[in-house]
T-cell receptor, first 113, second 112 residues
Framework: DTEVTQTPKHLVMGMTNKKSLKCEQHMGHRAMYWYKQKAKKPPELMFVYSYEKLSINESVPSRFSPECPNSSLLNLHLHALQPEDSALYLC????????????FGPGTRLLVL | EDQVTQSPEALRLQEGESSSLNCSYTVSGLRGLFWYRQDPGKGPEFLFTLYSAGEEKEKERLKATLTKKESFLHITAPKPEDSATYLCAVQGLGGGYNKLIFGAGTRLAVHP
């Protein structure tokens, strides 16, 4: 099984709201990722967690706050977003060794009004 | 700097008309090259991982090949359900822990 699940599928929020995106995998992967994807563009890496610790932050604004409560779960907390943050947010997971395949979830479609 | 270039940007095929998508890359030590298929509004679906020049992998109508500078995704006798964006990504020795560098993708449309 190579399934990564994400909730919610769709989210509409105002610029003053606080919301969270959730991601879960049960493949025993110890690396988890958040990507942002705009229309007709490839995914852009935001954060990487390894062994539940943040290992890469691609200079993402602080209005995005990641959290990895345990080895199966990954959250992305959103606060005071801008309309330009509207995008498809993708979660992925992989084994930790270099060259391992990343498996993506279905994504959360976010619209910021 | 690691870089991936995919061509063509868009490809229109008739059902049954075979073709190939190209992924050219420059990377400081290849750890892996990955092909994904993405339908509109959905997450990328894993297709193949290739690790060394000369390697080939097949799945149904798709075959991926790898040289030291590029990879090809060959589509044999495509069907309309093969219509999607095909993404190529590489992981190199530099650039950060398990970081994927994506190409811009090839949008494939297969018409009956």
């Amino acid at each position: 099984d190579t399934e990564v699940t994400q909730t919610p599928k769709h989210l509409v929020m105002g610029m003053t709201n606080k919301k969270s995106l959730k991601c879960e995998q049960h493949m025993g992967h110890r690396a988890m990722y958040w990507y942002k994807q705009k229309a007709k563009k490839p995914p852009e890496l935001m954060f990487v967690y390894s062994y539940e610790k943040l290992s890469i932050n691609e200079s993402v604004p602080s209005r995005f706050s990641p959290e990895c409560p345990n080895s199966s779960l990954l959250n992305l907390h959103l606060h005071a977003l801008q309309p330009e943050d509207s995008a498809l947010y993708l979660c992925a997971s992989s084994r930790l060794q270099g060259g391992e395949t990343q498996y993506f979830g279905p994504g959360t479609r976010l619209l910021v009004l | 700097e690691d870089q991936v270039t995919q061509s063509p940007e868009a490809l229109r095929l008739q059902e049954g008309e075979s073709s190939s998508l190209n992924c050219s890359y420059t990377v400081s030590g290849l750890r892996g090259l990955f092909w994904y298929r993405q339908d509109p509004g959905k997450g990328p679906e894993f297709l193949f991982t290739l690790y060394s020049a000369g390697e080939e992998k097949e799945k149904e109508r798709l075959k991926a090949t790898l040289t030291k500078k590029e990879s090809f995704l060959h589509i044999t006798a495509p069907k309309p359900e093969d219509s999607a964006t095909y993404l190529c990504a590489v992981q190199g020795l530099g650039g950060g822990y398990n970081k994927l560098i994506f190409g811009a993708g090839t949008r494939l449309a297969v018409h009956p």
